[in-house]
């Protein structure tokens, strides 16, 4: 199998351990270890103390799945795949998919969602937002990139990179448009759960339909990357059986301690989550003043959900060079449009890490000097 350099982290691999501001982060503020055991007590913290270092169970500890399950309204536990947040998709599209069959993907977008695909021999079509005022996804451009041959439709919401997201019945019309013709559902929804206003939360796709699987983890929205822990949900036992046959070929089980820390983790979540929205909400409001300061430099408009934002740069300069240049003099991390595989003047910027006022101030340092002050 013969798969593309995956341009996003390989730019990580560059500068993310020795760039002192991440300002293209998608993770919410990781949990130090001591502060997520403080969160737990009980039979919870039984758990961790007498926990053995052998094999797990392949799908997924129980108490986890069950965990997880509580994040739905009508998922459960036995519909749970735990995984790695990566290896879910791998193991999903090796399973779904054969050669010769049409995907239709959101785009820009996580490389793997399409990579994999790709990789397998499949024909790619492109959902691409449109730009005015703003980022959004017109459901009348999907309806154009949908074929008689599309074999699964693959969406991410809320959307990295450019924060937008779909309103409930945009979500019922992508589920209506797929049962009609048949159709797989990917839904990567990494990043449910950092809605700005809760009314505005999806259900999962899994949930809606059984022609689709979702893919949700750790990472994101609850601040523990570090475990390396995820999950597939699917209403469609013969397709689970599938994935957790071809697991057994990739991780067979996963980390013992990452799943008991990821099962506090979930019994924390409304500690967790409430102080990552304070995060994002107090850096959102920084974020405007700071564009607002810059406009001569940036066309910013405020997101809809999660933690990024893929504001514009003046066309003027070019952004691939511009964030280059940036962490190279001042330290300071966004994600240039290069590694989106776009040819495009816009840059990822992450919010939801606690030293964003530090990363600005070095940004503004670096304007000041290199765009105003016109240095080389």
């Not at 993310?16 to 055991?37: G, K, V």
């Not at 129980?62 to 998922?75: D, F, N, Q, T």
């Not at 810059?294 to 408009?301: G, I, R, Y």
Request: charged share 25%; hydrophobic share 40%; glycine share 6%.
């Amino acid at each position: 199998m013969h798969i593309s350099p995956f341009k996003l982290e390989r730019y990580f691999a560059r500068y993310e351990f020795s760039a002192p501001y991440l300002l293209s982060s998608s993770d919410c503020e990781p949990l130090a270890l001591n502060e997520l055991l403080s969160m737990i007590h009980g039979e919870t913290m039984k758990m961790w103390n007498v926990l053995k270092l052998g094999y797990t169970e392949s799908q997924g500890h129980p108490e986890l799945r069950k965990e997880i399950a509580g994040l739905y309204h009508s998922v459960q536990p036995e519909q749970v795949m735990v995984s790695a947040p990566e290896e879910g998709i791998f193991i999903a599209m090796n399973n779904l998919l054969e050669k010769g069959d049409e995907v239709v993907t959101t785009f820009p977008a996580y490389q793997s969602l399409y990579e994999v695909a790709h990789s397998l021999g499949c024909r790619l079509r492109y959902w691409q937002p449109q730009y005015e005022n703003g980022w959004y996804f017109d459901l009348k451009d999907l309806a154009e990139q949908i074929t008689t041959k599309t074999r699964m439709l693959i969406v991410n919401f809320p959307h990295n990179p450019t924060g937008a997201t779909l309103s409930k019945s945009q979500q019922e019309q992508i589920i209506d448009m797929t049962k009609n013709k048949d159709i797989i559902l990917f839904s990567d929804e990494m990043y449910r759960f950092l809605e700005y206003d809760e009314s505005s939360r999806l259900p999962s796709m899994s949930e809606l339909t059984d022609r689709a699987v979702s893919l949700s983890g750790m990472s994101k929205s609850f601040a523990l990357a570090g475990l390396r822990i995820g999950w597939v949900t699917t209403q469609n036992p013969q397709w689970l059986e599938k994935f957790l046959t071809f697991k057994d070929y990739t991780t067979i089980c996963n980390s013992a301690p990452s799943e008991i820390l990821a099962i506090m983790g979930l019994r924390a979540r409304d500690k967790i989550l409430a102080t990552n929205h304070d995060i994002i909400r107090t850096n959102l409001n920084q974020l405007e003043d700071f564009f607002t300061h810059n406009s001569f430099l940036f066309e910013w408009h405020r997101p809809a959900a999660g933690p990024v934002a893929f504001p514009k740069l003046h066309e003027s300069l070019d952004a691939n060079h511009f964030c280059h240049d940036l962490v190279e003099k001042k330290g300071v991390l966004l994600l240039p449009p290069e590694v989106y595989d776009l040819n495009a003047n816009h840059f990822r910027i992450g919010f939801a890490r606690k030293n964003l006022s530090e990363a600005l101030e070095k940004f503004q340092e670096y304007i000041d000097q290199e765009i105003k002050g016109g240095g080389s």
